[in-house]
């Protein structure tokens, strides 16, 4: 039984992704067959490692493997020198619900986690990149309705947790919020957002109110605090 797999060409120069393909036997580490784009990166780089990243029999299986890799790969920014989106290697495929499901199951607990070491190689590669406003609005496209993976929201929360705004920035952004006025239509959005949200009453003041006033104005910062019995 022939054994398939999704696997990854990495430029030797940086460390970072540039193909993704599907093959079985030796195909991940050929040269040959190969797009002009695939060629001159390989060129410049000094030449190429490979690395297999999901193994399976299914054929239709890998396929979907591999238009999620480069799916996944060209949402954190990767250009990849791929022609398609890949899943091209069975003509006329048309996958079931079933496979779908199958290959979904498959791939729990099986991303692949860029280590320290390539993500800081990706950053330098991509430091001082200056985007077009057509590959701007791709990103914005592929962005308009997803939603963030939970670990990556768990490191921004973590990240906003130990974050302080300097000075600089706080004036910055006092003198860009000066005079600023809302529109009736934002007004009313507000109004409706607040009245469904939930309320804290204040124990030392028995004053209700929003969750974000609470915390600032009532509870340990209430002016009230230590006079509940005067």
């Known amino acids: ?10 430029r030797k120069d940086t460390g970072v992704v540039f193909y993704v393909g599907k093959g079985h036997g030796k195909r991940h580490c050929s040269s040959q ?5 695939w060629s001159n990166v390989v060129a410049k780089a000094g030449g190429f490692d490979s690395r297999i990243i999901y193994t399976d029999n ?7 493997a591999e238009v999620e890799k480069i799916n996944q790969l060209r949402r ?8 398609t989106d890949g899943g091209e290697g069975i003509t006329g495929l048309k996958h079931s ?3 779908k499901k199958l290959m979904s199951e498959k791939l729990k607990g099986k991303s ?10 990706i950053r330098k590669a991509n430091t001082g990149v200056v985007f077009s406003d057509e590959r701007k609005e791709k990103i914005r496209q592929r962005a308009l309705g997803r939603k963030m993976p939970i670990h990556v929201r768990r490191i921004l929360d973590e990240k906003m947790k130990s974050f302080k705004q300097s000075e600089e ?5 006092r003198k860009v919020n000066l005079g600023r006025k809302h529109t009736p239509d934002a007004l009313e959005k507000m109004s409706a957002w607040q009245i469904g949200r939930p309320k804290l009453t204040c124990p030392h003041c028995s004053r209700a109110s929003s969750s974000g006033n609470a915390k ?3 509870f340990d910062n209430c002016k009230h605090k230590g006079n509940e019995n005067g």
Not at 1 to 10: A, R, S, W
Request: without cysteine; glycine residues 2%.
């Open 1 to 10: 039984m022939t054994t398939f797999y999704v696997y990854e060409h990495i």
């Open 33 to 37: 067959n190969r797009n002009k784009y």
């Open 58 to 64: 299914s054929e239709e299986l890998i396929l979907l």
């Open 76 to 83: 954190l920014g990767l250009e990849l020198v791929n022609l």
């Open 97 to 99: 619900e079933k496979s």
């Open 112 to 121: 692949h986690k860029q280590t320290v070491e390539s993500i800081e190689k």
């Open 169 to 173: 920035t706080k004036e910055h952004l």
């Open 216 to 218: 600032r104005w009532h």
